[in-house]
């Protein structure tokens, strides 16, 4: 092990604490979601994650499927875990979920007990861990009772796989009814991780005031909306992005003219504050107290600095707002 972590690594952040819990998180975390599989060579998933260690980034967000291929990612961070950070495991939270489709037959998917411990197992499995930090069910189940998926997560807490349960997705009403069995079972609901932007605000709907009231945290994904709330799509669809991929989650279809005026519009508010999109898109999310970490994805180096950014002002005037929410409705 070479690496040597920056002395003055927890200088510059801004931490958060998480709900009601012992716990304070970054206000910008990790995600491993679309970058770290077998698409890009390792080296640059360790500058990445060098990086946002060296920058007070402690708290690494994976899931069961990410990658691709599912589960790549988690192995690939396993990989840099062990050979770079195994010496500072005690100063990371990290993360993982289980809720979407993992391998055939109808234990490898939803919520069921079955499959919530089996795929933990898997994940800890592939990152050469003892115990993830957080565990979420990653999404509502239509069909397994809610009161079987919650009592896994407490397992799953009870038996040291993990130190805190998560929700992922649920909304309002489902998470309050989540919450209340967790907080009934004696392991609470540490966080719940919506998607969450300026173009997706279905949080709002009641989702934050239930967090807020039951002393629970927030993190947000999909804070810059796939890369919509950047610099990239300022003037149409770039060839490289991910809008012009067949396979990836934000659709040709999404980045209409209507969008792209919105997004130049916006772009005129964050160059007026001395930031780009992006940085204004996260400081956005921050303004709120109720949220206690972004969640931000990478896939250089480069991409996590100018993010990092959003930190030097959260602070948005009442005409700032306004003229934000005018270009919004």
Not at 105 to 115: F, I, R
Not at 171 to 178: N, Q
Not at 198 to 207: C, N, P, Q, S, V
Not at 246 to 271: C, H
Request: net charge negative.
């Amino acid at each position: 092990m070479t690496y040597l972590p920056s002395a003055e690594r927890y200088k510059n952040m801004q931490y958060r604490r998480c709900g009601k819990s012992g716990i304070k998180l970054p206000a910008v975390s990790l995600g491993l979601w679309h970058n770290f599989g077998h698409v890009d060579v390792m080296e640059n998933f360790r500058k990445i994650l060098h990086l946002a260690f060296d920058s007070g980034i402690t708290h690494f967000d994976l899931a069961n499927n990410y990658g691709p291929p599912p589960g790549s990612a988690e192995e690939n961070f396993g990989k840099l875990l062990w050979e770079d950070f195994r010496g500072y495991r005690d100063e990371l939270i990290i993360s993982s979920k289980a809720g979407y489709t993992m391998w055939d037959g109808p234990y490898g998917d939803w919520g069921s007990k079955k499959y919530l411990i089996s795929s933990l197992d898997q994940s800890l499995k592939r990152m050469k861990l003892d115990y993830v930090d957080i565990f979420y069910h990653h999404r509502p189940d239509p069909e397994t009772p809610l009161e079987e998926t919650m009592g896994a997560l407490d397992l799953i807490v009870r038996q040291g796989k993990a130190l805190y349960a998560g929700i992922s997705n649920y909304p309002a009403e489902e998470a309050d009814k989540a919450i209340a069995i967790l907080k009934r079972l004696g392991t609470p609901c540490l966080i719940h991780q919506p998607k969450y932007s300026m173009f997706e605000r279905w949080a709002e709907d009641g989702l934050l005031d239930v967090l807020e009231k039951d002393g629970v945290g927030c993190i947000p994904f999909s804070p810059l909306a796939q890369g919509l709330l950047t610099n990239k799509y300022l003037h149409g669809i770039p060839a490289d992005s991910r809008a012009a991929k067949s396979t990836g989650f934000l659709q040709e279809s999404q980045v209409t003219e209507a969008r792209i005026s919105q997004i130049k519009r916006l772009n005129d508010i964050a160059l007026q504050r001395g930031q780009t999109l992006a940085q204004m898109a996260l400081a956005w999310l921050l303004k709120d107290e109720r949220v206690t970490s972004v969640l931000i994805g990478a896939s250089r180096p480069e991409q996590l600095a100018d993010s990092l950014k959003c930190l030097d002002n959260i602070v948005f005037s009442g005409e700032e707002l306004t003229k934000i929410e005018e270009i919004l409705k």
